[in-house]
């Protein structure tokens, strides 16, 4: 049985439950269960700390799970991504009183507060930066003000919230995090794990690309096929006008209207898209 740890809670929770229900799994989710049991894909989910999730993959208690790459890397587990999985999307970085004229060696003998003491070791560590960590467990963009702290080192989103408290960021990003499926170090991915992965693969491509069907006219299939080249090939199918064929293609969802405008000036007509709900490719 394969057993996989998930965030009980915060903004990667409910983006990773929508996730595998559009992957097979999670079929019933009783609301305060904190291990789940799905015996049609034999698995069971544990619903954890989002912070834990790296350590108990990391020590093998369980095979999988899904985090954050922030927490991953702070957690210090003996864990590796296997996926990114494209929500969850964070920003990490150095801010303080007139940060916008400063650079990260101003930050010298600093104390920097943080909720993410082993991201910032390992970034002030690479950076050649000595500084004293000032642990908190949130809200650290007051640490400043309360004047237990020089900086801080936060994720950051819009910035809002630091320039309220008087702060500006300070150079480049420290970490670009986003949800990942983790697995531990030095492990050789087992069939239940491929699959996981592969059904997870199959959501990410579903929600990236839809399918195009036109109909344009045989002597334009050529100049169609680029603009739509599909995966390996589109699919052309003979119409009953010989002088009319059917191309079906897969398409970037963002690219999509695009594509229909430059079909349409090609003479394409009948352009309907439609949504993946699920691939295999």
């Given amino acids: 049985m394969l057993r996989v740890a998930l965030p009980n809670k915060g903004q990667l929770a409910e983006p990773a439950r929508d996730m595998l229900r ?30 834990d999730v790296a350590t108990y993959v990391g020590a093998g208690t369980l095979d999988v799970g899904i985090t954050g790459r922030d927490m ?33 060696h101003d930050l010298a003998g600093s104390r920097i507060a943080t909720s993410y003491p082993g991201v910032l070791a390992d970034y002030l560590e690479r950076a050649g930066l000595e ?18 702290a020089d900086a801080v080192a936060d994720v950051v989103a819009t910035g809002t919230t630091l320039r309220q408290a008087g702060l500006q960021v300070i150079g480049e990003p420290i970490l670009v ?29 579903a929600r990236a690309y839809v399918l195009l069907d036109y109909d344009i006219r045989t002597s334009e299939i ?28 897969m398409v970037r969802r963002t690219d999509v209207h695009r594509i229909m405008d430059e079909l349409y000036e090609r003479g394409a007509r009948g352009i309907l898209v439609t949504a993946i709900h699920a691939c295999r490719l």
Avoid at 131 to 148: C, K
Wanted: charged share 20%; glycine share 8%.
């Fill in 177 to 205: 995090s986003e949800a990942v499926v983790v697995q531990r170090s030095g492990v050789a991915i087992s069939p239940a794990v491929d699959t996981f992965v592969r059904r997870l693969t199959s959501v990410l491509v």
């Fill in 131 to 148: 500084a004293q960590i000032v642990r908190l467990d949130g809200a650290v963009e007051n640490a400043v003000r309360l004047g237990v």
């Fill in 72 to 104: 991953l890397l702070d957690s210090g587990a003996d864990a590796t991504e296997l996926l990114e999985l494209g929500f969850g999307d964070s920003t990490f970085r150095l801010a303080a009183p007139g940060g916008a004229n400063m650079t990260v």
């Fill in 222 to 249: 050529d100049a169609a096929c680029r603009i739509t080249p599909g995966f390996e090939s589109p699919t052309i199918s003979s119409l009953h006008d010989p002088e009319w064929s059917a191309v079906r293609a």
């Fill in 22 to 51: 559009e992957a097979g799994y999670l079929r019933s989710m009783p609301p305060r269960d904190l291990v789940i049991a799905d015996p049609d894909n034999d698995v069971e989910f544990f619903l954890l700390r989002p912070k």
